[in-house]
């Protein structure tokens, strides 16, 4: 049986009882998790043993507060006032699951569906989707990490050519893999809207809703946007339902085509804003 779980933030707690629910066995299932294994949760530590102990049966998407930690780690970025990172990075553990984290895929294929953690440019089809993300985990892998985290940061450039090259290039890549929720119609991002799809900032549209996307009729599972919510359409499911927040932690069974949801009420870990 494969599974795609939302962001679980470092909610341990929920995680585990998702899995009691759904009577996960390693021996028998996969599950991928959507990004955002850490932090504004209390558990952030835990959460990484977890999938960490799990081993070859999960896997998960790298999201914008995983690579943060790894910012935090490297010196590059400070730790946030609402971040929950500290007993990650305290833990005498703490090389090996920064080395793991630093393995983990920024998109994926599993069961038929694309698997990001906040969505696509209109321009990118899955072939493309998959290449570019490669070309950031090779960079995420190699001794070049410490220097391409410290350029990972900014919102320029805006808008996806074939001709953007080096840290701009990847950059970009991240910024969409990992951040996008509205763009236009030529995929110029929008990075200030984090509302849900009625607050799209003119002339932009929720990034699956661009006319003509080249990934239209792939499947895409993706988190990211909480204040969207669970969605389900034919070609795109949403699992981020905001467990942090108190909401649900979402996971879908989508092995033979099936789509059969399980999803469990979490403990309010974080206030927005």
Known sequence: MHYLIGDLQGCCDAF????????FSPSRDHLTVLGDIVNRGPRSLDTVRKLHALGSSAEALLGNHDLHLLAVAHGIRP???????ADVLADPRRDEWLAWLRQRPLALMD????????GVVPQWDAATTLALAGEVETMLRSADLPAFLAAMYGNQPDRWTDELQGHDRLRLVV????????CTADGTLDFKTKDGTGAAPEGHHPW???PGRATAGVPIAFGHWSTLGYTQRQDLLCLDSGCVWGGQLTAMRVDGGRRE????QCDQAAVPG
């Open 79 to 85: 730790q946030h006032r609402g971040d929950t990172l």
């Open 16 to 23: 585990e009882r998702l899995l009691d629910e759904i009577a």
């Open 208 to 210: 699956f809703d661009v």
């Open 261 to 264: 949801v399980h999803q469990i």
């Open 111 to 118: 069961s038929g569906w694309l698997c990001v953690h906040a």
């Open 175 to 182: 910024n969409v893999l990992t951040r996008i929720r509205f």
